[in-house]
Structure formats: structure tokens, C-alpha cells
């Protein structure tokens, strides 16, 4: 009884498949007619009607297909072209997971969706600054802030759903300084009563390409101790320490990642780090435990994608070498193989602007960090436009052309790769 509701009138179509019924018909009596015929006018004739049921019949079914997406779907074409891309082509890509936080993750995961729909992204939980802050105090959740960009990042949504998502309020309302996206994300959780599993279903509203999955449930405090024996609590307070950063840690200590994050980390292809806030965004990823240990043992190929400036305070006159070591010290020898660096040029109306804010473009002291034992690219990879950074398509093509270049080749996984080979020679150095 359900199949007669196509028979209902406005289905819009009955008419189509008559069409296509018409076609079969017409298509049957020219097949029939062809081989029997000697007159030429008559094969004319067989041939024509063959060739109208073909016509019919290919319209026919072309057309119910239309109308159909015209329901199921606000951008028939697009999204018909689109999902059979992904299905076919970006399913098939390579298993990548990015660690970090902050925009410049987000920023690679634009390009990086591109080739792949098999992204997971790591995200910290360390925030406790702006809505984000505000949101983790009052309701006692994971601070929303740094997932909602990587959400974004990878979202397939209509653009209208984008800038919702990253719409601030303004105004002296209650609501001023917090963004849609994490009030949505906190209402998430206060249904499911779970932030990773409302931060899965902010996933499917955005149809994003990938994973993204915090580092840890637990509810976790950076604290930074400097230089000079003096200790600095919380991410939004460790960037504004005028004190050099010795080491971070997490309080309470013990806490353990996500069974998703340890899941996607053993089966990658490859392992991204950065870019981003050295001490505020990708070590405190590193921090939670058995992550380091998951990192070292899996088979992936791991990345450390260095900045392109300097952050104020923070990572004050580091160069890339640096960059490596404080990853490094933190972590484990094996936590990285290769160092993505920039060598691309910067207008000096940039820096200028940067360096009003105390922040200079990061040295590629490429010989400094072959003498620790790792690999480097270093590549054209920044983009300035409107600001300094990443530009989401060079990285993303880097990025791939390394995971090429190393399928199929022995990488060592417990310690700094020493074998050059696992680099594609165009871009190796």
C-alpha cells in the first residue's frame, strides 16, 4: 500500500515514469523491427524509433532522479556530485590525525579535507579563556572552543550553518563574547550528558569530513613553571607570563585520553602536530597519559608542522630547533620524524605590524634540527592574507606528498628517523 503513494497526484513522478516506460516500449519495438527489415526507409524508420526510446528512457530516469534530490535535498547537483566524490574518492584517502588546538589546526584541516574524509582531530581541553572559560565555569563541562573551530574546519554544512556556528554576540547582553557554536555544543551536552558524544552530534549537523574528539573527559588545568622557579595556572594566564616557560604540566595528573583518540592514533597513516600555541595547544595534548606511548608505538609517519612567528612571551625569539626541542623534552625522541618548516617570504608590511606586537618570523635553522636527528621540509607553506600563516592548501599538499613518499618504506617508530629515503626527493633537504 506505501508504493501506491507514488500513484498520489503532485508526487511529480508518475510523469517521469511513464516517460521512461515509454522508452522501454519504443526502445523494444526498434530492437524488434531493426534486424527484420530490408527496405532502407523502413530501417530509417526501426532505427529512429529505437533511438527515441533510448532518448526517452535515459530522460526519464534522469528526471525521477531529479525530482527526488529536489525533495531529499537543498542542493540536488551539488551534493549528489559531492557525495559520490567522497564516497569514491575521499573515503579511499589516508588515515591522518592532527593533534593540537587554536586556529592554526583548524587551519590545515581546510586543505587537508580536500584529499581525505579520513581525518580525526585530537583537540586539547586545557582552555579556560574567553567563552570558552566562561562556559567550562558555569557548567562544568569541557571547554568548547578549540572543537568548535575544528568543526568548522571540516564541516560540509551550508555556509549559512558556518557562520552560525562562529557567530559571536555582541551587545551588553549576558550572551556578549560567546559564540553560537559553543552554546550549542554545551546544550549538546547537557542532553546526551556527555560532551564527547554532543560534540559527535554537532559533527553530524555540520556533516563534517572526519573525527574530532577532545584529548581526554578529564577536566585538566595547564600550569606552567618558568625559568625563574615561579608557577603561572591556566592557558589564558601562561600566555601572558612576561617569564620565559621552563616546563608545563596538568594538574590532576594520571588523566587518561580518549578509547577514540588511542583508536584513530594505532591505525593512521600519518600523525600531524601543530601548528599552533607550542605550550597552550599542542603539548598539552602530549601531556595526558599513554598519548606520548600511543604516538611512539604507532607505525604512522609523524609530522611536526613548525609556526611561521614567533608568539609573544610565549615562544619569545624561538627558532624552529627550539620549537623541536621543548617538543621534544616534553615528550619522547620518537614523538616526531619529520619538521615541516617555512621558508617562504613575508611582505615587510606584515612584519612590521607583527613586530609591534613583539613577533618576528620563526628561523628555519634547518642544519640545527638534522643535528637532533630529525628530517626536514622546508617549502614555501605561508599565506598572508589579511595576517600571517598557514596557507591550508600548500601544507595539505606537503603533508600528502609525504605520506606517499613513505608508504611502502620501512620508518622507525622508537626514535628520530635517520633513513632519508621515507622523503619524496623533490622536497626532501
Not at 19 to 29: D, N, T
Request: glycine share 8%; aromatic share 6%.
Amino acid at each position: 500500500m506505501r508504493f501506491l503513494k507514488w500513484l498520489y497526484p503532485g508526487m511529480q513522478v508518475k510523469r517521469w515514469v511513464l516517460l521512461a516506460l515509454g522508452g522501454v516500449f519504443c526502445f523494444g519495438i526498434g530492437s524488434a523491427l531493426l534486424p527484420v527489415e530490408n527496405n532502407i526507409f523502413q530501417r530509417a524508420i526501426s532505427l529512429g524509433i529505437l533511438v527515441i526510446g533510448l532518448t526517452s528512457l535515459s530522460m526519464g530516469v534522469v528526471l525521477i532522479v531529479r525530482s527526488l534530490l529536489d525533495v531529499v535535498s537543498p542542493r540536488p547537483q551539488q551534493d549528489l556530485v559531492e557525495r559520490v566524490f567522497q564516497r569514491r574518492h575521499l573515503e579511499k584517502g589516508p588515515r591522518i590525525v592532527a593533534i593540537g588546538g587554536g586556529t592554526g589546526l583548524s587551519t590545515i584541516l581546510h586543505g587537508l579535507k580536500q584529499y581525505t574524509t579520513n581525518i580525526t582531530t585530537i583537540v586539547t581541553v586545557a582552555d579556560d579563556g574567553g567563552s570558552s572559560g566562561r562556559l567550562r565555569e558555569e557548567f562544568d563541562i569541557l571547554p568548547p572552543g578549540d572543537i568548535r573551530n575544528c568543526l568548522v574546519a571540516l564541516a560540509d554544512a551550508e555556509p549559512l550553518m558556518q557562520q552560525l556556528f562562529q557567530y559571536r554576540f555582541g551587545g551588553n547582553s549576558p550572551l556578549r563574547g560567546h559564540n553560537f557554536g559553543n552554546l550549542f555544543i554545551t546544550a549538546m551536552t547537557q542532553i546526551t550528558g556527555d560532551f564527547e558524544q554532543a560534540v559527535q552530534a554537532s559533527s553530524k549537523v555540520l556533516a563534517i569530513r572526519g573525527r574530532v574528539v577532545p584529548a581526554t573527559n578529564a577536566k585538566v588545568c595547564l600550569i606552567a613553571e618558568h625559568e625563574d622557579g615561579s608557577v603561572t595556572r591556566g592557558e589564558t594566564q601562561i600566555s601572558k607570563a612576561p617569564v620565559p616557560i621552563r616546563r608545563v604540566y596538568l594538574e590532576p595528573a594520571g588523566c587518561q585520553p580518549t578509547a577514540e583518540a588511542l583508536a584513530q592514533i594505532r591505525d593512521a597513516n600519518a600523525i600531524v602536530l601543530g601548528p599552533g600555541s607550542l605550550y597552550t595547544s599542542i603539548i598539552p595534548n602530549l601531556l595526558v597519559d599513554r598519548m606520548v606511548d600511543a604516538i611512539v608505538a604507532s607505525k604512522a609517519l609523524k609530522l611536526y608542522i613548525c609556526n611561521v612567528m614567533t608568539q609573544t612571551r610565549e615562544t619569545h625569539a624561538y627558532k624552529a630547533s627550539d620549537h623541536v626541542r621543548a617538543l621534544v623534552s616534553h615528550t619522547n625522541p620518537g614523538i616526531i620524524q619529520v619538521c615541516l618548516v617555512n621558508t617562504g617570504p613575508i611582505p615587510d608590511a606584515f612584519l612590521d605590524r607583527y613586530r609591534q606586537e613583539d613577533a618576528f618570523p620563526v628561523e628555519s635553522d634547518i642544519q640545527r634540527i638534522r643535528a637532533l636527528g630529525y628530517q626536514v621540509v622546508a617549502d614555501d607553506l605561508v599565506s598572508t592574507d589579511g595576517v600571517v600563516r598557514h596557507d591550508p592548501e600548500k601544507v595539505a599538499r606537503s603533508i600528502i606528498n609525504l605520506i606517499v613518499g613513505s608508504r611502502n618504506r620501512t620508518v622507525t617508530t622508537n626514535g628520530p628517523p635517520t633513513d632519508p629515503s621515507i622523503l619524496p626527493s623533490a622536497i626532501s633537504v
